[in-house]
């Protein structure tokens, strides 16, 4: 079941009695990181966050309901339960990392919180996660990638990890996709990563190799790919340049080219919020580029929908992003 038919028709092929007709629909897919979601209302998920009011819950859902998205990577999210503030219930399953049971199982997350505490929880308690609208998406398997979270250390400090991907294969149309949710290390927008100029580019440069390991993996098996996410990484700025996009598009298995949104100035790249390179973005394999509808990439300013005497980083400090993959249907 599809929501938006393509402009476009896919003009059936006629091989003898079991022809098939065939329309092209398409399906979105987002990416939004939101800073900071949590369940309790009144209550910040961490030092520095916002504790959201039912106000704030109510301008998400609107956000949401505008982005009318399928799929979406999300980043900095309790829990599900969190997630369903947002995403209807009725309409979306949520996945989210396998992290947050191990936090739990080691006792690093209290549920417990007082909000008069200065600190009120002991771990960031943020995690990966992808929503996926039921009624349209197909899901085929769902599955932690923990090998994206290393230890990130600096002088002085107790390690930290960095978070854990969540992947997702699912079936849309005729076509099966395979979909990496990342939120990457922070702190190394732009930095060197061979030799790292700062311990937060060394541990994001520790991260890539799982990365290039995991799209490598598909790419030989001739999947449809797409990485999604916060990959805290101003990519554009130096373009195809950029030591990270050269590491992970670097034609290895043969034939490996990946692409990226927002790449030129698309309407997914300005805002009427923010003006500088973006650190979110959408990537796909040539597999899964030749379905994208590129005109259809959006970057959604969130200021109408700000809540009145309260900073627009209570609904998030990032802004979601959205494309439309064109996919066929069997009628």
Known sequence: MFRRPFVALVSAVLFGPQAIAQTADTIRIATWNMA???????????SRACARSEAHYEALRSVAERMDADVIALQEVHSEVAVHHVFDPEAYDVFVSGRRDEDHEAGRVI???????????RTDGI?????VRRSVVEVVAVASVPSLSVAHAEPGEPDRPTRWGMSLTFRAGDRTY??????????CHQGALDPPESPHCATFARQVPALEAWIDEREADGRAIIIAGDFNRRINRLRDSDQFWTDIDDGDPEGLNLWRLPYG??????????????????VFN??????????????????PYRVEDAPLSCLSDHEPYWVDLVVTAAE
């Not at 900071?36 to 961490?46: A, C, F, K, S, T």
């Open 36 to 46: 900071n979601l949590y369940e309790v209302e009144g209550v910040p998920l961490r």
């Open 111 to 121: 549920e417990a919180v007082d909000p008069a505490a200065p600190e009120p929880r």
């Open 127 to 131: 995690y990966t996660a992808i929503a």
């Open 178 to 187: 395979d979909l990496l949710a990342v939120h990457m290390k922070s702190s």
């Open 265 to 282: 100035r698309e309407t997914c790249w300005t805002s009427s919020r923010r003006s500088r390179t973006p650190i979110d973005y959408l």
């Open 286 to 303: 040539d597999a899964a580029w030749d379905g994208v509808d590129r005109d259809s990439c959006t970057r959604l300013d969130l200021q």
